[in-house]
């Protein structure tokens, strides 16, 4: 329990302003340090690797920026801002990021079953997933 609410913690510290578009934009305009990319990579459990691969960054220069404390451009910054939104959702639908995290990674019939995961590289794919997310939060899973 306690480290679901690290983990929500972490998750929620850009909530407020990714749940209006208005304020994502200004929020992914500013750059998201590269440090954060790290910290989801860590608190999702996702491999950053494979993260880094949606981002279309390698993690070698990720790392780089990290060293440097640079941050992450606009399209990136947004990206990483809606994985976040999407993990704050997936914890509150599912209970937890394994649940959750096994839920990404099987096809999924509202997505026509693809796996929900291959979808985090793009803006619109997060929006699916959230939208598929929404269907089974209220129950509409014909």
């Known amino acids: 329990m306690e480290k679901l609410k690290k983990d929500l913690k972490l998750l929620s ?3 407020r302003n990714i749940n209006n578009r208005f304020m994502l934009v200004r929020e992914a305009n500013k750059g998201v340090n590269s440090e954060e990319f ?3 990579a860590e608190v999702s459990g996702q491999n950053p ?3 880094s691969g949606y981002l279309n960054l390698s993690l070698k220069t990720l790392m780089r920026y990290r060293r440097s404390r640079k941050k992450l451009n606009p399209d990136k910054s947004e990206q990483l801002l809606k994985w976040f939104a999407l993990y704050m959702k997936g914890i509150k639908i599912f209970s ?3 649940s959750f995290n096994n839920w990404l990674n099987k096809p999924a019939y509202g997505l026509g079953n693809v796996i929900p995961v291959s979808l985090m590289n793009t803006s619109t ?3 699916l997933i959230v939208e598929e ?3 089974i939060e209220f129950g509409d899973l014909a």
């Open 13 to 15: 510290r850009y909530e």
């Open 38 to 40: 790290f910290k989801f």
């Open 49 to 51: 690797s494979i993260l």
């Open 96 to 98: 937890n990021i394994n």
């Open 125 to 127: 794919g997060i929006d």
């Open 133 to 135: 997310l929404q269907r």
